[in-house]
């Protein structure tokens, strides 16, 4: 049994595979079949690692897009200008800052009976 100390260099000098613990199953034509076992020949890879290895990255692109906003160099600047130079609050938003200290002060001492 390794000592914590131990284990703790292993972590920086050897990469630690994860436990698998789940399944994926899935049907598919011949033609996908073949596909599969085709492309994932090309990488030397089993048809498994293939198909899991390239969800994945796909996975990690869908979700990249999705959480990510890419701005044209115009965009950004813009963004940039307006939080360095904020416009002063017009009454729209000076009418809805009122509104909403006051709604703030009527739940803060709403049961606070010693003011």
């Known amino acids: 049994m390794s000592t914590p100390q131990e ?6 000098t050897h990469r630690q595979i ?9 049907r598919l034509t011949e033609e996908q079949k073949w596909l599969f076992e085709r492309a994932a020949a090309l990488y030397g890879q089993s048809v498994s690692q ?3 290895s390239s969800a994945q990255r796909a996975a990690e692109q869908a979700i990249r897009e999705h959480e990510v906003i890419s701005l044209s160099a115009r965009d950004s600047q813009a963004v940039m200008e307006a939080l ?7 009454p729209a938003l ?6 909403y200290q006051s709604l703030v002060s009527d739940v803060d001492g709403a049961g606070d009976e010693s003011e």
Do not use: D, Q, Y
């Open 84 to 90: 360095l130079h904020p416009a002063p609050a017009g």
């Open 18 to 26: 994860p436990t698998k613990r789940g399944r994926f199953n899935a």
């Open 50 to 52: 293939f198909v899991m």
């Open 7 to 12: 284990r703790s260099s292993n972590r920086h």
């Open 94 to 99: 000076r009418k809805a800052a009122e509104r």
